[in-house]
């Protein structure tokens, strides 16, 4: 398992799309938690709230910033490096060409995990670095005193973002070995997280509260609720307290070891075409 | 010592469809095996069950004794199913690295086999830039990385041109003669002619001859070109028997050696019939493969 995990981050971090990904999360992160924000605030078209604008750029809130894209769009992106990682030995055909080297089908697929596990966590200490990077500067240009999350904080709040990315890393991993490929997985999965997801929240859940209710079983909602136990805000989509943080972290975790049994059953049992 | 390949009752049903029925194959160790069959005979989907890239319906494979999926199965095989597969955006000869450390052989095959199949020169290009030979070469070596003592082909030579196929044979060839016992698919007879100790030939899914190239070909005839061909004939059936004289094309068939050459002219020549032509025919191995995969199940022993 060592072995094929070695050989899979070699193929990650040759594969451009995999820097691509990870350049997208990043400047997307910026964009949205960062730049536009503070751009309205120093243009002064913050509207009424605009004075709560500027505490919430700077590096104290450091977790619940970095955390906030992770419940959907950054979450839509691990989603994708997973279902890359694993759609595209289906997409080349070279599964055969694996998994006749020698190492089983389930060290094969724990290789692959563990890299994607890996890369998970590299994007969110990224997430986190970028932020304070950024924070530290806008708090240099307004003056603002430098402040930092503690130390506790910082480690549970990288923990949970790893969770959640490695979670929907998993999901992706899963839908590619279900569907054999990479164009389906994605397109199924960005459905799910960018518009189902929305669509159950803003649409269904108010109206039926049954759904409400369901919501609080699904991933999504789950690292939402998640994140804004640890700080995020309400404003960035899914993100939203539906349940305790603690509840929430227990959801995720078993969502992720049903995402790995599941994909790890099939890709035994399955014929390999 | 158990043998490199082993097979019992092998079959596999895709729903109503039976790619492989009920084959007991087995190859020798150090004999380079031919299989052959037409396309959709089921020679990759056997081919896969080795490898345990497909689980069989019933029936059981074994390599070197062990079972696909137990530790060891695949330690000591090379293979080569159904067209190379690789990753694009990477190197020939990094594709091979990563390929040595999923089997955990160290990279000091690489420039080996690179070697062996012709492509140092092109080895630091993209894959995704190989032309069809190419890719086909760096599947052959690939399957050689793990110096194999099985090394298992499914038409090795797809996609070579004339001096590649050459080459790919010549190398075949050595590494039998190196010891390595080789399985290779193919429905190129002449190939398999050349090559191969000993073809199985596979024909909707069932194993209809298994024997030496020699064997499988037959006993070798006299064709004789006669004038008059009805009194040539005659003569003929009254020298050797009735059963061993045959009309086809214009010509007489005999069965019989070339041994007998001699005396078959001279009995022609003697009753005053012209002989225009009298050579030895072998039965091509294209004649019987068509024969056996054509028509019923012929048992060639
Ligand atoms: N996954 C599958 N699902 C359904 N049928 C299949 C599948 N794979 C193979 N078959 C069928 O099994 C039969 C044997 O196929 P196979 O690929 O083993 O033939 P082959 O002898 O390798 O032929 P070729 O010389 O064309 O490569 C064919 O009829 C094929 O259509
Ligand atoms: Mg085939």
Redesign the interface.
Known sequence: ML??W??EM??LV???ATWLLLVLALLLALLFTYLFPYASYAGGTGGPNSDRTLPMLLPEQLVGNSLGGLPVFLGAIVLILGVLTVG?EYG?????????????RLA?YAGKLLALAVAALVLVLSLFATGAATSVVIAGVESQPVAWPSVADLAVGLGAGWLIATMWAMLGALLAIALRGVALPIGLGLVWMLAVQNLLAVIAAPLLDWVAEAQKGLPGPNAGSLVAALGATGDTPGVAAVVGGGQAALVIGGYLLAFVAAGGLLLHRR??? | MQPPVQTTGLTKRYGGLTAVRDLDLTVRAGEVYGFLGPNGAGKTTTL?ML?????PTSGAVRVFGARP?E?GH??S???L??????????SGR?NLR??A????TGAHRVPVVLDLVDLTDRAGDRYATYSLGMKQRLGVA?ALL?DPRLLILDEPTNGLDPAGMADMRALIRRLGAGGCTVLLSSHLLGEVQQICDRVGVVSKGQLVAESSVAELRGAAALRVMAEPLDRAEVLARALLGDDRVRVVDGALELAVGPQRAAAVNAELVGAGVAVSELRLRERDLEDVFLELTSGGLTHVA
């Open positions: 072995r094929s070695q050989a070699i193929k040759k594969r451009p595209g080349w055909g070279t599964w055969k060409t694996l998994l006749t080297q020698g190492p089983t094969t014929d390999i075409l | 896969r490898l345990g890239l497909i689980r999926g530790p695949l330690g095989v090379g293979a199913i159904e067209g190379p597969a690789f990753y694009p955006y990477l990094d990563l390929l450390r999923y089997a955990g690939a793990k």
